[in-house]
């Protein structure tokens, strides 16, 4: 059970450069979401899906894009890389529906994105 | 807007000891709040989920409370082990949905032998 996967890991960007940073789970959930972590710092949300077509705006959106085509898989999306966009991004996804107040949210294993 | 505060930022304590982790918010209206476990380099780990209407949640050495009166939630590790060394993050949701959550910093723990 693969849980939610990120790709890449790593990556460094030139300013003003464009990537798409991919999510896909596997556990049939239909909230999906995107967080970044900045040192010292709590998680902020950038933006989140409810299902497959639907998404939201966060904390966080500026300088960020998602589409949700599928269930299994939300893409963030930078198109003009800038260097306050360092950080590591988090992608999440939980269960939604009349139990949804007890599921917690699984995270993958996040991308370490630095722009220079 | 909500604020969620962790204290201490870092902790360090022997092993075996019992330790208290403490978060507060400033919105008493929450869906429910959650403590996660996060190692370096690593995503979180759901460690505790407690609905709004809930008191405590129990998983194995970890007890986790909660006071939404007082917008206070705290995370007990008894007989701590090396292991447990991770950064322990909370994070509450607000009313009528389980998205959209607000996270502490975190405390970072350190577990001594």
């Known amino acids: 059970n693969a849980g939610v996967t990120q790709t890449p890991k790593f990556r460094i960007l030139k300013i003003g450069q464009s990537m798409t940073l991919q999510c896909a789970q596997d556990?049939?959930?239909?909230?999906m979401y995107w967080y970044r972590q900045d040192p010292g710092m709590g998680l902020k949300l950038i933006y989140y899906?409810?299902?497959?077509?639907?998404?939201d705006k966060g904390e966080v959106p500026n300088g960020y894009n998602v589409s949700r085509s599928t269930t299994e898989d939300f893409p963030l999306r930078l198109e003009l890389a800038a260097p306050s966009q360092t950080s590591v991004y988090f992608c999440?996804?939980?269960?939604?529906?009349?139990?949804?107040?007890?599921?917690?949210?699984?995270f993958g294993d996040g991308t370490r994105l630095s722009i220079l | 807007k909500q604020e969620v505060t962790q204290i201490p930022a870092a902790l360090s304590v022997p092993e075996g000891e019992n330790l208290v982790l403490n978060c507060s918010f400033t919105d008493s209206a929450i869906y429910n709040l959650q403590w996660f476990r996060q190692d370096p380099g690593k995503g979180l780990t759901s460690l505790l989920l407690i609905q709004s209407s809930q008191r405590e949640q129990t998983s194995g050495r970890l007890n986790a409370s909660l006071d939404k009166s007082s917008g206070r939630s705290t995370l007990y590790i008894a007989a701590s082990q090396p292991g447990d060394s991770a950064t322990y993050l909370c994070a509450v949701g607000p009313t009528g949905t389980a998205s959209k959550l607000t996270f502490g910093t975190g405390t970072r723990l350190q577990v001594t032998l």
């Open positions: 556990m049939n959930h239909n909230y």
């Open positions: 999440a996804s939980s269960y939604s529906g009349d139990r949804a107040s007890n599921q917690p949210q699984h």
């Open positions: 899906s409810v299902g497959a077509g639907i998404t």
